[in-house]
């Protein structure tokens, strides 16, 4: 929609500008932007990584305002006489995060008796530390797993799920714009195998089971 290609042309404005200068770039993300981030994914069933929201430091990326309230932020603004510009997006109720965030987090504030945003983060908070802590369990199995190009199923059909699907998210990390939705059709090739045919990703890309092992190829 609208919202996401406003995103995408405000990061790649900025990853422009990054790539000519190098160093960090500092965002203005605060605690309300990461509550509404982990509201609205939580509304349409995102997994956990979208959950743990927005990092305070992924390079190149700093939030360094990601512990603070906007009413903060926007209190030091006044207090040191620097102008405070509201985006008239903000106020449109035709933009979803605009809905959760003058409709939705009030609501929810008045039902939970308060602090609905702060515990949102601290939820992201947890989510991301185990995001992060399996990760780094993938990419140690992946270094055996993924070292041939054909995953063998028997090996990967026995892991965990969610260790699994990311070492299947690792395997297809070059098919672009791949959804939850395709990774389950992969992943029912492990676990599910009743002698379906390939999986059609994007990009005209097709996985297939074949020899006990996936194999993936460009479509005919």
Known sequence: GPEAAARRARYAALESTQSERGGWVALGHTLDDQAETVLIGLGRGSGPRSLAGMSAARFPWLRPLLPVRRATTRAACVAEGLPVWDDPHNSDPAYTRVRVRHELLPLMDDVLNGGVAAALARTADLLREDCDALDVIVADLAVDGLRDAAPDVDVFAGLHPAVRRRLLRLWLAGVVGLTAAHLGAVDALLVDWHGQGEVAL???????????????????
């Open 202 to 220: 994007p990009g005209g890309w097709e996985v297939y089971r074949a020899s006990g092992r996936l194999h993936l190829q460009a479509g005919s």
